[in-house]
């Protein structure tokens, strides 16, 4: 029961006239609103502070960036890509032929992985697991050379095993296969740069 039920009438006209002049009126209201302690209300406005904060940061939250090569620069890759050099790479967790591969990729806005040094190549080697990748070079038959997805003459950087007409990167080497094999494949393209 509040406290202005138990008062005699005396005390009651007086809360009647307080209570419509206003006088005294808020600091009976604060009695009924602080039926907590300062400590307690204190943590209460934080956690609401706290929730509203969390609330307002998820709802306005970017896009997950890449990790990124300290001399990348403020490039970024999109979710699940990682960044090296001038380049975001993706490696699959699912299998398909070297058409299909390339395919997924071009879905993706890339092509099968292309490397233009020793180090991007190194790069793909260290990220990928102990599973064979498609990477995206080709070629008509062993007697022609190997060219990348966007037609461009491979520069033999390092030498390509087999007698296949597809790449793939295995273990520390790359190796040629046919294209109905099944692997995991790598999709490379150009980092997106933010100003």
């Given at each position: 029961m509040h406290?202005?039920?138990?008062q005699s009438s005396?005390?009651?006209?007086?809360?009647?006239?307080?209570?419509?002049?206003?006088?005294?009126?808020?600091?009976?209201?604060?009695?009924?609103?602080l039926f907590m302690s300062p400590t307690k209300l204190f943590c209460w406005f934080a956690v609401t502070i706290v929730l509203t904060v969390a609330f307002?940061?998820?709802?306005?939250?970017?896009?997950?960036?890449?990790t990124t090569n300290p001399e990348a620069g403020?490039?970024?890759?999109?979710?699940?890509?990682?960044?090296f050099g001038s380049k975001c790479f993706?490696?699959?967790?699912?299998?398909?032929?070297?058409?299909?591969s390339q395919t997924s990729c071009m879905i993706l806005k890339a092509h099968l992985?292309?490397?233009?040094?020793?180090?991007?190549?190194?790069?793909?080697?260290?990220?990928?697991n102990d599973s064979a990748y498609w990477i995206g070079l080709h070629r008509k038959?062993?007697?022609?050379?190997?060219?990348?997805?966007?037609?461009?003459?491979y520069n033999n950087l390092v030498p390509i095993r087999g007698e296949g007409k597809r790449a793939y990167l295995i273990d520390d080497k790359i190796s040629s296969g046919k294209n109905y094999m099944p692997r995991k494949w790598i999709c490379s393209k150009p980092k997106s740069y933010t100003l």
């Open positions: 406290a202005w039920c138990s005396e005390e009651g006209l007086t809360f009647l006239y307080s209570y419509f002049t206003g006088v005294k009126h808020q600091e009976k209201c604060l009695r009924i609103i307002i940061a998820m709802s306005v939250r970017k896009e997950k960036t890449c403020h490039a970024n890759c999109s979710r699940d890509w990682i960044g993706y490696f699959s967790e699912v299998t398909s032929n070297w058409t299909s992985a292309q490397f233009d040094s020793l180090e991007e190549l190194d790069f793909l080697k260290r990220h990928k038959s062993s007697e022609h050379s190997w060219r990348w997805t966007d037609n461009t003459k």
